[in-house]
């Protein structure tokens, strides 16, 4: 069993940052991959990034891609969001893949199987 906490949302201006924390406890050694995705109201789940914990290899949205930066520090793995725009407005939410096939760019959420409860980011002026 693998427990994840997210923290770090909030309410940033357009063009803003902000660094979105994702801390594992448990099981933390049987994580292949994290990742981030996001949900906006009315909006299907929407992958966002990310990496495979041994090599560090990413994989981003195209949405996110060039603003975002996915990155992991033993049990904690970071979004470091900039030039944030009100659409990458949503609930944010980590994710966990301990499955051992799928690949090292697991970017479908039904390749995790351990999920947090979210954070809220609010991009407005």
């Known amino acids: 069993q693998v427990e994840l906490v997210e923290s770090g949302g909030g309410l940033v201006q357009p063009g803003g940052s902000l660094r979105l924390s994702c801390t594992a406890s448990?099981?933390?050694?049987?994580?292949?991959?994290m990742a981030w995705f996001r949900q906006a109201p009315g909006e299907a789940r929407e992958f966002v990034a990310t990496?495979?914990?041994?090599?560090?290899l990413t994989s981003y949205g195209n949405s996110v891609r060039g603003r975002f930066t996915i990155s992991s520090d033993s049990a904690i793995t970071y979004l470091q969001m900039n030039n944030l725009k009100p659409e990458d407005s949503a609930v944010y939410y980590c994710?966990?893949?301990?499955?051992?096939?799928?690949?090292?760019?697991?970017?479908?959420?039904?390749?995790?199987?351990?999920w947090g409860q979210g954070t809220q980011v609010t991009v407005s002026s």
């Open positions: 994710a966990a893949s301990t499955y051992n096939s799928g690949g090292p760019y697991r970017t479908e959420d039904f390749h995790y199987n351990y």
């Open positions: 448990g099981r933390t050694g049987t994580r292949y991959s």
């Open positions: 990496i495979q914990l041994n090599r560090k």
